[in-house]
């Protein structure tokens, strides 16, 4: 275990004072009881590092009946995290994986921090209409070609552009989001013009919304990232995709139901620990390697 700073190899993580279990990205995979996304942490820790102020400000401030919603959540990391340090009580977990049902529930137990995980595709049954005061997302965004897609994990399975999982769930989540509530959330994206593509469809599925984003690392070109993913295999996927989207962003984002509208990108100041797009480069080729059935 690589204490406080993990990596895609680990079965147990530990940072911010929790400890989980989760399955290394080389683990052989299910497509019925899919593996359970590996912690980085240049993923979930900075995205918690960078989020847990406005989430556990959010849930003292809203009047909603429900703290926190964590939609796929995986080893349970975000419910366990707004649970012990955001003051959550009332929290709703979701994921379609059995195996992430499973295993969110005893690293729940494992952390003292107990709270109920369904097995459930989010929709809009999931939470009463306007009930929520954070969301937590990190919807698929690997990015890969249509003829993987069977092969492809479904933590990390998220439609060709990677972006059809995401904005599906933002969909529903507005149905959920309580006035003045958040949406939190972890994105690679690809962009175009200096965006990412999501500045242009969150404020079309989330009414009313202000967004705050930070780039983790700072934006590369597309066709560097499918070539050191791909070398020279799908050559046409990777063309038509960097044409049509030239830049990737990675991101941690703040969705807030304020109905001012505005869009902000703040510069963060976290620690990265060395981690950079070359720690992404390798995670992605390890998922389109193992994935495989
Ligand atoms: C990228 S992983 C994130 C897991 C965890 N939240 C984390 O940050 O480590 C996405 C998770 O969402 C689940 N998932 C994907 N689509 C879903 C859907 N439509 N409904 C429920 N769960 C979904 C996957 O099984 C996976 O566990």
Not at 20 to 35: A, C, F, M, T, W
Not at 161 to 190: P, R, S, T, W
Request: with cysteine.
């Amino acid at each position: 275990m690589s204490k406080n700073n993990p990596t895609m190899h680990d079965k147990q993580a530990s940072f911010a004072g929790i400890t989980l279990h989760i399955d290394p990205v080389s683990k052989k995979r299910r497509e019925g009881s899919d593996n359970v996304m590996a912690i980085f942490w240049e993923e979930q820790p900075m995205w918690w590092y960078f989020i847990k102020d406005i989430v556990k400000n959010t849930i003292q401030k809203v009047k909603a009946p429900v703290d926190f919603l964590d939609v796929g959540t995986g080893g349970g990391v975000m419910a366990i995290l707004a649970k012990k340090h955001a003051g959550a009580k009332i929290i709703l977990a979701i994921d379609k994986s059995l195996r992430a049902v499973k295993e969110s529930q005893k690293n729940a137990k494992r952390n003292k921090t107990p709270f109920k995980t369904k097995l459930e595709f989010y929709n809009t049954n999931t939470a009463p209409y306007k009930s929520v005061k954070v969301i937590s997302i990190n919807a698929p965004y690997h990015l890969y070609p249509k003829e993987m897609e069977m092969d492809i994990p479904q933590h990390a399975r998220g439609g060709i552009d990677g972006q059809q999982v995401f904005k599906e769930q933002l969909a529903i989540a507005n149905y959920h989001l309580a006035d003045h509530g958040i949406i939190v959330f972890n994105q690679m994206c690809l962009g175009r013009m200096g965006r990412p593509e999501f500045i242009k469809y969150i404020p079309e599925l989330i009414e009313g919304a202000s967004l705050v984003y930070t780039n983790i690392f700072p934006p590369i070109k597309s066709k560097v990232f499918f070539r050191k993913v791909y070398g020279n295999t799908f050559t046409s996927y990777q063309n038509e995709m960097s044409k049509k989207y030239p830049e990737l962003y990675y991101c941690n984002g703040v969705i807030t139901r304020n109905g001012k509208g505005s869009v902000k990108r703040v510069v963060h100041r976290l620690d990265l620990k060395g981690r950079s797009w070359e720690d992404r480069f390798e995670l992605h080729r390890q998922i389109s390697k193992h994935g495989v059935r």
